[in-house]
């Protein structure tokens, strides 16, 4: 094997290349597929593809991405609330947090990769055997009414991912005929990981900060003095 | 037993039934969280051994049970269960709350799903305090509570009308 071996790449590893065909391909081929649906993208050579579609081509993504580009392996469907938390950073709170807290301004939200137009955004993520390849797939649900399409009818697991996804943040996914809680109890009201739901023990009790930490050993012992409580 | 309930038992009778059911504890396992490896610890190896201190930790049923040992997280969904089971122990019953997380919601003191202390629901007699607590101290609570079994007013506890003070340990 040694003989084969005409030049030797010194490369280091760190220098991922500038392009990525393998992801690129897989792209094109979305695009193809799915047309002006794909709303933005985003590849970090040697990383991954963020691909943001449509709210009304998400069901269709889904058929595309698993039948077209061989995407077989489901995931996870979650989803995320943009929105800055109307109660602050609790561990940074030196008072208490006023009730009802203030409403963040929904412009201060600063969506991830491939951008953002609403406060709840749909993420998924499926990835195709065999390779390293893997699509983080994206879409905007609108603030007053979040809905999507169902995925069930082409990866069965997302249903379960689903229903979270229902019962956490409040997203309606059209054709999914069980949508009932799967974590919480069935009479629970709200939706937790909202970012405006209140924790209410935090709303009684202000996060008291760490009290008691012993310092690094090597660290000045007068550092940690002053958090004795 | 309507000697017992009556208050009219000799004291040297009472003194007998409480030794016997001191050493027959027996109790069954509300394993929730990572808790429920001490108390496996505890209970099933031979390190520990608590049938030497005569814990029985196998009955078939809340209903042959003296002692429930409630370890873990304990989070709203749970809580009818475990109030149910309550229930179905006959009396005298006694519970053992194991770990910061039943004591009192532990790390997750702030969190949506979790109830903050299982003595919201059931009424506690020793809390063993820990993240989690380990074999020697679960044990320590239950010779706690033995000591306390011992010394007690069969015909109060028989009626429910003596809870007294949980142990707290620590």
């Known amino acids: 094997m040694a003989d084969d071996a005409t030049t030797t790449d010194d490369a280091p590893v760190e220098d991922a290349p500038a392009t990525d065909e393998g992801r690129e391909a897989v792209l094109a081929e979305l695009t193809e597929h799915l047309g002006d649906a794909v709303v933005d993208s985003l590849i970090k050579p040697g990383l991954g593809l963020w691909v943001r579609v449509a709210n009304e081509a998400w069901s269709e993504t889904a058929e595309v991405v698993r039948h077209k580009a061989g995407f077989r392996f489901f995931d996870f469907i979650s989803a995320v609330d943009w929105l800055p938390s109307p109660y602050g950073r609790y561990e940074d709170a030196t008072v208490d947090v006023p009730w009802p807290p203030p409403m963040p301004d929904r412009s201060q939200a600063v969506p991830g990769y491939t951008g953002g137009d609403t406060r709840l955004q749909v993420l998924a993520s499926v990835a195709k055997p065999g390779t390293d390849l893997r699509i983080h797939l994206k879409a905007d649900v609108a603030d007053d009414d979040p809905r999507i399409g169902t995925w069930i009818r082409t990866y069965a697991g997302a249903a379960w991912h689903e229903r979270e996804a229902h019962e956490m943040f409040g997203i309606t996914f059209e054709g999914n005929p069980d949508l009932r809680h799967i974590y919480l109890p069935t009479e629970f009201e709200g939706h937790p990981l909202r970012k405006e739901f209140p924790l209410l023990a935090r709303v009684v009790k202000p996060w008291p900060g760490i009290v008691d930490v012993e310092p690094m050993p090597g660290e000045d012992e007068a550092e940690g003095e002053g958090d004795e409580g | ?170």
């Open chain 2, 1 to 170: 037993m309507g000697l017992v309930e009556s208050g009219k038992m000799p004291k040297p009778l009472t003194k007998l039934l409480n030794l016997s059911r001191k050493y027959s504890v027996w109790c069954y396992q509300w394993g929730l969280a990572c808790c429920a490896i001490e108390m496996g610890a505890a209970f099933a190896s031979p390190r520990y051994d608590v049938m030497r201190l005569g814990v029985i930790p196998f009955p078939a049923s809340p209903r042959q049970a003296d002692l429930v040992i409630i370890s873990g997280t304990v989070t709203d969904k749970i809580v009818p269960s475990i109030r149910r089971l309550y229930e179905q122990m006959p009396d005298p019953k006694y519970v053992i709350s194991m770990g910061s997380c039943t004591n009192t919601g532990g790390p997750y003191w702030d969190s949506y799903s979790v109830t903050k202390g299982v003595d919201q629901i059931v009424p506690v007699d020793v809390y063993v305090p820990g993240c989690p607590p380990r074999p020697e101290a679960l044990i320590e609570g239950i010779v706690l509570l033995q000591e306390r079994i011992q010394n007690e007013d069969m015909a109060a506890r028989w009626k429910g009308e003596q809870h007294g003070e949980p142990i707290v340990l620590g």
